[in-house]
């Protein structure tokens, strides 16, 4: 029997977030991207949107059914990924945006970012495997040594060998720095690695023949803390000198989790050393007295950050198609009368209809193009510090580190709307969503663990309030602040959005006057009521931008307005993205502002309640 494809994409939607307001033409008219055209650009969007529903789609519910189950010979995922894992290596879509330099095709991240997006609504439980590949594959091509390069690099980036991030332990959770894997050096350069990891998403599977494991470990000697941990690369098997696979390395998978969502993804525990053969090689060669030991977090996070880019684009995949979801189904779902017109012929009317449903499918609309819109406003910012990188190398710094400062609002702003999006889908499907019938339930249960990935979204608010705020003296948060004040003061010149850009005024003004709050709070050694509201400044910060994303593709979708047929095709599409920001602007970003008012005014009841005030008859 068929599986039914619940994929869906607005692939008009994509087209006009790439090429009509981030401008992709652009950024390929310049080096190292001239190489694609924008024509070529377009056939690898609609090729990822054939793969992503032909494919990658119908594979969502059987893989979730079936899930991964720990066998005496090692994790099995579900027969139906196989064959999907070896075609999407075939085409090179794990490759779209390496450097050329490295054997990729040098593609803009902005070009990859929508291929991304269109795998992961497709399935994200299989997409989780090849991305986190392409980490370890980019962690070894950027710090490895020429040997980790040729041994490792190709039969990753061919899908031969798989990849993994592993840092969690079961002691130590998100505080890595309590990690106590270890590391003894070997006289031959290498480390005997000893000790257990937990949460290892990928950690074991059957369709690649190796899995190279990027592991934190301490060296024998070195600091505690996360200052004292060591990059790690571990092979499941180890690899002969000329690349041919060895004996097992000692890495053995104990436990294969059982979750809530993602069930085609084999979420690991993973034994390293339990007999004394598991064998490591410091990143970038060399024994800790040859090589640089150092660091080893740093180097993590050359994935880590990606990672966190990557997890906010596959929560906008479930999101978006999600959405699209409860679209299609209220337009066909006959139910209830018309609020002024009644039941008509039919006896009941498309519950697209009802007021209320339209509230959601209003607000889960511009709740995913306000995410897309921030996702790839930040990849393309990516791109130009790629393309400034040689020409630029002081502006190159600078982009970056404003770069940097929206890793975290990203990451957890996007995750946070995602699973937003598909509980509103749910709720849209009424009691159909809450059966495994339709897709709907399975978009919430996936796209939950997403807000805790890569460093929860706590972390995220803490990471953006406790350090990003004053990176570079406070310059960063000011050149965001600065941005977009200057545009909502343009908007007041705009006939037609003087409640939108009056909104977006108070909204800015209210963001500095938490700002200001801050410097109070610090000067007063009142850190605790900074780090208390940083999920609420992250908030705040998101829908802030997202309105002013939107509202800045509402006036293209104008401009495009007045040259079309009023009634035409792309005269709605155009018309739906000036409703998206208005509705955004006037529903949402309302709740940017009072959580302006909430933050300043130091509210400490969340510190001061006693422990046994939270009960459970302390």
């Avoid at 099995?76 to 330099?101: D, R, S």
């Avoid at 600065?482 to 005024?505: C, H, N, Q």
Wanted: glycine letters at 12%.
């Amino acid at each position: 029997m068929s599986e039914t494809n619940f994929y869906k994409c607005d692939l008009r939607e994509l087209e006009f977030a790439l090429f009509e307001q981030f401008r992709l033409g652009e950024l390929l008219a310049s080096p190292p991207f001239d190489h694609i055209s924008e024509d070529e650009a377009r056939m690898i969007l609609k090729e990822a949107n054939r793969f992503a529903g032909d494919i990658l789609g119908p594979t969502l519910a059987p893989a979730d059914r079936e899930g991964c189950r720990l066998t005496p010979e090692g994790v099995k995922v579900p027969k139906i990924l196989h064959n999907v894992w070896h075609k999407y290596y075939e085409q090179g879509w794990n490759t779209l945006a390496m450097p050329e330099t490295w054997g990729g095709q040098g593609a803009p991240r902005l070009l990859a970012v929508p291929v991304s997006e269109m795998m992961s609504a497709a399935n994200l439980a299989f997409h989780t495997y090849p991305q986190l590949t392409l980490g370890v594959s980019a962690v070894i091509h950027g710090l490895g040594s020429p040997e980790q390069k040729a041994l490792f690099g190709k039969k990753l980036d061919t899908g031969e060998w798989s990849g993994t991030m592993v840092l969690t332990e079961p002691q130590a959770g998100s505080d890595v720095g309590l990690s106590t894997t270890k590391a003894i050096p070997n006289s031959d350069g290498s480390y005997q690695i000893t000790g257990n990891k937990i949460f290892i998403s990928g950690g074991d599977n059957d369709f690649a023949e190796n899995i190279v494991h990027l592991a934190l470990a301490r060296i024998e000697g070195a600091a505690r803390g996360s200052r004292g941990l060591s990059l790690f690369l571990i092979p499941k098997i180890k690899v002969n000198p000329d690349g041919s696979l060895g004996e097992a390395n000692d890495v053995v998978c104990t436990r294969v989790e059982e979750k809530m969502g993602i069930h085609g993804s084999a979420t690991c525990a993973l034994s390293f050393g339990e007999n004394g053969g598991c064998v490591g090689y410091l990143i970038g060669g060399g024994s800790s007295k040859e090589g640089d030991a150092s660091g080893g977090m740093q180097k993590m996070f050359l994935m880590m950050n990606e990672a966190r880019v990557s997890v906010a684009t596959q929560a906008l995949g479930v999101a978006s198609t999600a959405y699209l979801n409860a679209l299609e189904y209220s337009r066909t779902r006959l139910q209830g009368a018309h609020h002024q017109k009644g039941r008509g012929e039919a006896g009941a009317v498309a519950i697209i209809e009802h007021p209320d449903v339209r509230r959601m499918l209003m607000e889960m609309k511009c709740r995913v193009e306000g995410c897309r819109a921030l996702l790839y406003y930040i990849r393309r910012m990516d791109d130009r510090i790629s393309i400034l990188r040689a020409s630029d190398p002081q502006g190159v710094g600078e982009l970056h580190d404003y770069f940097s400062l929206f890793i975290p609002l990203l990451k957890a702003h996007v995750t946070d709307m995602g699973v937003e999006v598909a509980s509103l889908a749910v709720q849209v499907f009424g009691g159909a969503g809450y059966t495994a019938d339709f897709p709907a339930e399975q978009y919430l249960r996936d796209s939950r663990i997403l807000p805790i990935y890569e460093g929860t979204n706590g972390i995220q608010a803490l990471d953006l309030v406790g350090r990003k705020l004053g990176q570079n003296g406070g310059a960063l948060i000011q050149r965001f602040s600065r941005e977009v004040g200057d545009f909502a003061a343009t908007l007041k010149s705009r006939p037609g959005y003087e409640i939108e850009s009056g909104k977006l005024e108070v909204a800015v003004a209210g963001f500095n006057k938490v700002l200001a709050q801050y410097l109070q709070f610090a000067a007063g050694d009142k850190l605790e009521l900074i780090l208390v509201t940083g999920a609420p400044f992250l908030e705040m910060m998101g829908h802030t931008m997202c309105a002013y994303l939107l509202l800045e593709g509402a006036l293209i979708a104008e401009a495009a307005l007045a040259e079309l047929e009023p009634e035409s095709s792309e005269a709605q599409f155009y018309r739906g993205k000036i409703a998206s920001a208005r509705y955004y602007t006037r529903n949402l970003l309302p709740l940017a502002i009072a959580l302006a008012d909430t933050i300043a005014a130091g509210d400490a009841t969340a510190l001061e309640i006693p422990d046994g005030g939270f009960s459970l008859a302390y």
